[in-house]
């Protein structure tokens, strides 16, 4: 049994090695990559704080002036004061900045023309869209059933809990890398389960997040959003659905605002509401397009349990739960999944060498037989 663990172990690490040393280090860089972007291009993701603000419908106005090739998909309204509007727009990885303040553009971009950007979708969709970001869930996978299978292999027998937690320092290389490689899976481990098994989850929701909700609980956390009217006219007014929100919500933060992708869609209205563990919240409102009707409130804090777990996996991953101090703990458990992963690989290479020279020693060795005719 110990023989074909350690097989599995091994081979799933080898076959896995490059996109978990990939994942560790993008994730621990990305842990902060708001904070990180606005330092690099403050001309576009910082503005001087003043008072007031423009309305929802100029903001959207000058996001469809600044790109009208696209339609608008999303706002990404400020966290702080001094931070800008983000406009993402649909089919398309342009962005645009906008000062919130009177709508004017700051500035476009592709997302794949800032470090921080290709660092994002490489983490996330390995620069391959979704079947990338499905890659990703299956390694994510793999990762957990790693790390259940060192901690069956590392535990020590008859007690002796020091040896196992010990690295010796004066000892070769290669035994330095073996202590080195089970006591930071142990140490992190646990955290990495729930890191993996979190961004799994996010990566494969049809496949493997629904299904298990499903199961678990009795009912999924999917819910399809309301439908406009079937008439065609200009758009309501946002502002007006702003307003409704803030309304229905009060002490509510909006943190996104969702446009249709149909004739029939409703626009939405994204809400971080006190209480909520998920950093851009899981509350929806939803309005009709036309008219500016109220179609549907989904409060997360009074959902069935499978979207308030739902609602735990984005925190979970980022390690957004517990502040900076676990977003800074993020950083180190991400590094720690890059250094078992190269350790582990350096040892496999470094076994494989070895009985190669053995072999070729053993073969130096042999004795020379001479046939006589």
Do not use: C
């Not at 979704?130 to 069956?152: D, N, Q």
């Not at 069935?304 to 996996?313: D, E, K, P």
């Amino acid at each position: 049994m110990r023989r074909f663990i350690s097989w599995l172990h091994r081979y799933v690490g080898l076959a896995a090695v490059v996109v978990l040393v990939m994942s560790g280090i993008t994730g621990a860089v990305i842990t902060f990559d708001g904070e990180l972007d606005r330092a690099a291009h403050p001309e576009l993701r910082r503005v001087e704080p003043r008072p007031g603000g423009a309305g929802v419908d100029t903001l959207a106005a000058g996001a469809r002036d600044a790109w009208p090739r696209d339609p608008v998909r999303m706002l990404v309204l400020p966290e702080s004061p001094g931070d800008a509007v983000e406009v993402w727009y649909r089919g398309s990885s342009m962005r645009a900045y906008l000062d919130p303040h009177d709508g004017h553009v700051l500035g476009l971009r592709d997302t794949h023309d800032s470090l921080m950007g290709i660092l994002v979708d490489l983490h996330t969709n390995l620069l391959s869209g979704e079947t990338g970001r499905a890659v990703i869930g299956w390694f994510g996978l793999a990762a957990v059933l790693l790390i259940v299978l060192g901690v069956w292999l590392w535990w020590p027998r008859r007690g002796r809990w020091r040896q196992a937690l010990t690295v010796k320092w004066d000892a070769g290389a290669a035994r330095v890398w073996l202590d080195v490689h089970k006591v930071a899976g142990i140490v992190t481990g646990v955290f990495l389960v729930v890191i993996a098994g979190s961004g799994a989850a996010l990566a494969l929701p049809g496949v493997l997040t629904e299904p298990l909700l499903v199961a678990l609980t009795g009912a999924g956390a999917k819910q399809a959003a309301p439908a406009s009217s079937s008439r065609a006219g200009p758009p309501a007014s946002l502002d007006a659905m702003v307003r409704r929100a803030e309304a229905a919500f009060p002490g509510g933060r909006i943190t996104r605002l969702m446009m249709p992708a149909t004739p029939n869609g409703a626009v939405t209205v994204r809400m971080r509401l006190p209480g909520e563990i998920h950093q851009i919240g899981r509350t929806f409102v939803h309005f009709d397009r036309y008219d500016g009707r109220l179609l549907r409130t989904d409060n997360v804090l009074e959902s069935n349990l499978a979207t308030r777990i739902n609602a735990w996996f984005y925190p979970l991953h980022t390690g957004a739960y517990g502040g900076t101090a676990t977003r800074v703990l993020n950083v180190l458990f991400g590094l720690s999944l890059a250094l078992m992963s190269l350790s582990g690989g350096w040892m496999w290479i470094r076994n494989r060498l070895a009985s190669k020279r053995a072999e070729a020693r053993k073969r130096g060795r042999a004795p020379v037989t001479t046939a006589v005719n």
